[in-house]
């Protein structure tokens, strides 16, 4: 059986196991360098949390442990055209050995219904350009794919040499 729900701290090693499965599928396996503390202080012990997490667990049967097979890890973002808060899904994994089994659409519902009840006139994330099998999910949801929009990303000593170059200007 299926079921999402909201994390709570006791779900952080998940929350975290889940992400450093995330970065494996993303061909990234050492990119990961938050920690259950870092998951910890900005989501749950903390009266104006960063970011929530959906949890998704399988029970095989009714008296077995519920085991976590994906997450939604999500907060809200702010557009200046629309004047409101959107809902923005930073990521969202289901393990590949439960995929078919209904959890990826189940978040994203489950997303969706946050989205509406908080009236956010949007809900935005990303896919990597070649996750082919995740974006014909997407599309297929009525999702539209912004291809001429492109990310851009600034960290580590290039953030760091910016604020140098900006305070030589002024």
Known sequence: MLVIRKA?????PAILSLIRDLAIYEREP??????EADLLRDGFDTDAPSFHVLMATWQDAPNAE??????????F?????????CLYLEDLFVKPE??????????MRALARAAIEQDCPR???Q?????EPSIA?????????LREWLTVRIEGEALHRLVSAISSIT
């Open 8 to 12: 709570s701290r006791e779900d952080v």
């Open 30 to 35: 050492d990119a990961v360098v938050a920690t």
């Open 66 to 75: 519920p085991i976590p097979i994906g997450f939604a890890f999500w907060f």
């Open 77 to 85: 973002s702010y557009s200046t055209w629309r004047g409101r808060r």
């Open 98 to 107: 439960h995929r078919g089994r209904g959890a990826g659409l189940a978040l």
């Open 123 to 125: 809900f935005v994330w």
């Open 127 to 131: 896919v990597l350009d070649w996750n």
């Open 137 to 145: 999910f997407y599309e297929k949801l009525g999702a539209k794919v």
